[in-house]
């Protein structure tokens, strides 16, 4: 009751209830919202703390930028959410806002558009030595089974593809990236593709803004090769999983384009099924599926695999110290 009350007062202000209809609508930075709310930087900022404070809304530092959006699940979450569908869409002021904030979402996917254009040259490059990624992507999902998984954290997100894939069997998809360029991209992908479960966020594998054991399921999709230390990030993924939880890999079997470490940034020249194995295995998940995508061109020479781990669960029966369970 007293978060209810506390609630409806930092709602009950114009300017925040402009602010909860914007959030409403996706995440916005600080400067975003000074540009469409037409107020000074430290009145917005005053605004997004009384709000932040009461629960609704939550920051997300990323760089130079913090996002904020309003908060993703709980009564705090469904009462801005409702607070924002209210909002009377022929009000002058909201109508006003809405325009303005079509104007900062068409830069930035400008913005957006023009880093993955230069990024996607590359990966065209390297997509073509490989099989479709429409196969690889059908083969992931037949390794994960069918969930349903309520929380997914796919790392590496790029441009958000593998979210929008599992986003049938999920029930929350957190996306991270260490790259901002990239982070918007993504956004602007699970935007336009309607994906209000899934988001995105900054962060290196190695240090994973989650709670131990909160995922059911971990991609992640042609990320390891430019890892300096893969066994660190498996470690990492797999921390974050619960017990039987899945962890999936999708990357190269080894090879030896030579041109993809010289021009490309990988630090890998693939997997082998060992090393992973190996990986996997001393972070405390059991190897369960792994499948090979071959090339269908010869002159293709990129063979992707597909390793599927599973965290393995704990069981504690009475009278004995805490064992394995045995995988079905
Ligand atoms: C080839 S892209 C793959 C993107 C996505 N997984 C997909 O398959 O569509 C590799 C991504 O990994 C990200 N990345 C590289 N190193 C990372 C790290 N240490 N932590 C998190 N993301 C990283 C890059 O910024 C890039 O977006």
Redesign the pocket.
């Known amino acids: 009751m007293d978060d209810l009350v506390a609630h409806l007062k930092a709602l009950a202000e114009p300017t925040r209830l402009r602010i909860a209809s914007l959030l409403a609508r996706g995440e916005l930075t600080v400067s975003e919202l000074v540009q469409v709310l037409g107020q000074s930087q430290p009145r917005v900022s005053r605004h997004l703390k009384l709000l932040t404070d009461a629960g609704l809304v939550e920051r997300q530092p990323e760089g130079a930028f913090v996002f904020y959006r309003l908060v993703s699940s709980g009564p705090g979450h469904r009462l801005a959410n409702v607070i924002g569908e209210m909002s009377p869409p022929d009000d002058p002021v909201l109508k006003r806002d809405l325009d303005r904030l079509e104007s900062v979402k068409s830069a930035r996917a400008a913005a957006a558009e023009a880093y993955f254009q230069r990024a996607a040259e590359d ?1 065209d490059k390297i997509r073509a030595l490989h099989l479709s990624e429409h196969e690889v992507e059908a083969a992931m999902q037949d390794a994960a089974g069918s969930g349903p998984f309520d929380l997914m954290i ?6 958000g ?2 979210l929008e894939v599992f986003a049938d069997r999920v029930g929350e998809g957190v996306g ?4 901002h360029a ?1 982070l918007n991209v993504a956004r602007l992908n699970l935007e336009r593709a309607g994906l209000s479960g899934a988001s995105v966020r900054k ?4 240090a994973l803004p989650f709670d131990d054991g909160v995922a059911d399921l971990v991609t992640v ?3 390891l090769h ?2 300096d230390d893969p066994a660190v990030a498996i470690a990492e993924c797999a921390r974050v999983l619960k017990p039987g939880g899945v962890l999936l890999i999708a990357d190269f079997a080894p090879h030896q384009l030579e041109f993809l470490k010289t021009d490309h940034a990988h630090r890998r020249l693939g997997f082998s099924d060992e090393e992973i194995t190996d990986w996997v295995e001393s972070a405390g998940l059991e190897l369960r599926r792994r499948a090979a995508l071959h090339p269908e061109e010869p002159e293709n020479r990129l063979t992707v695999k597909i390793w599927a781990a599973r965290r393995v669960p704990v069981r504690t029966e009475p009278g004995r110290a805490r064992s394995r369970e045995k995988s079905a």
Not at 176 to 179: A, E, I, K, P, T
Not at 203 to 206: F, H, I, L, P, T
Request: proline content about 0%; overall charge negative; cysteine-free.
């Open positions: 990966w796919d790392v590496g997100v790029g441009t593809r593998i991270v990236d260490v790259n990239m962060a290196d594998v190695s999709h042609q990320v430019y890892l």
